[in-house]
């Protein structure tokens, strides 16, 4: 089956940091560009970052540049947003995305 799945949402306080991964499965993962968006309560998506199939170059939205770090291990299919001083404004639901394929979600919340 083609999918992608995420992991690693949580409850963080803020100024915490989550690690989250996307596991493709069913496809040549590492042939893909990947891009994370995430969706706030009340409001549309949003695109966060995004990494080329092989993985040398990368790209961020200002409201996370700094503090996320995308990465992926095509030896491993999956691909891996490393967030770090968490806030309240990150709290969503994170999605990877690969052209029209959707995961799951994860969900991450930011709370004290």
């Known amino acids: 089956e083609v999918q992608l799945v995420e992991s690693g949402g949580g409850l963080v306080q803020p100024g915490g940091s989550l690690r989250l991964s996307c596991a493709g499965t069913?496809?040549?993962?590492?042939?893909?560009?990947l891009n994370w968006v995430r969706q706030a309560p009340g409001k549309g998506p949003e695109w966060i970052s995004r990494?080329?199939?092989?993985?040398?170059?990368?790209d961020y939205a200002d409201s996370v540049k700094g503090r996320f770090t995308i990465s992926r291990d095509n030896n491993k299919n999956t691909a891996y947003l490393q967030m770090n001083s968490l806030n309240s404004e990150d709290t969503a639901e994170y999605y990877c995305?690969?052209?029209?394929?959707w995961g799951q979600g994860t969900q991450v919340t930011v709370s004290s």
């Open positions: 069913g496809f040549s993962f590492g042939e893909y560009d």
């Open positions: 990494i080329i199939s092989s993985g040398d170059m990368t």
């Open positions: 995305v690969i052209g029209d394929l």
